[in-house]
């Protein structure tokens, strides 16, 4: 278990015992995104040569990369959130860096994403939608008004963001619908 984990265990068990009232719109407080990345995502960026790492606060093991919830808003009786992360994710081919941080998980209409950060050898390229999600309303649960925890998300690669790292690594092997593979989300709810 990372350290990232036991913390935020510890935080559930604080929260759980100091959050009191029930209001149907909620502030994300902290938690954590786990991803858990296709072995054939990590296969393909291995066959272009581009070697995935976690960047600030995330952690990694093996296929498994975790993104820290710094914040973002959830309507418990819609379903419907914004949950902001940080850390992110570095793709490096030669001498060429690609880093995809500060997640944004947009799920407030019917075509959930994920934005993020994007920079290329230093340089802000700007915040681009990288992400689309496929989240099922049944995966989604909260308990006691204090925790949200989305299962089973999908997540696969948009067409923009397959052509900016096809442009960036000289390549056409990324496409969008990508299987990037499934995550995770465990929110602290707090009033707002």
Known sequence: MTKLKIAFTLAVT???????????????RTGVTTVNISPAFVAALGKLKVTPSPIGNSQSSGYVIDFPIVGGAFDTSEGTTEILHSGGLRLTAGSTVVDLRDFDIEATSKTPTITGLV?????????????????????VQTSGGFLVVIDNVGVTLTAGAAS?????????????????????????????
């Open 119 to 139: 920079l290329v050898d230093g340089k802000i390229v700007g915040r681009v939608a990288l992400f689309n999600l496929s989240i099922n309303p049944s995966d």
């Open 164 to 192: 900016t790292l096809d442009s960036v690594f000289k390549t056409s092997a990324l496409t969008g619908g990508t299987n990037i593979g499934t995550a995770t989300v465990v929110g602290i709810l707090g009033s707002l």
């Open 14 to 28: 604080l929260a759980a015992s100091s959050l009191a009232g029930y209001a149907q719109t909620k502030s994300v």
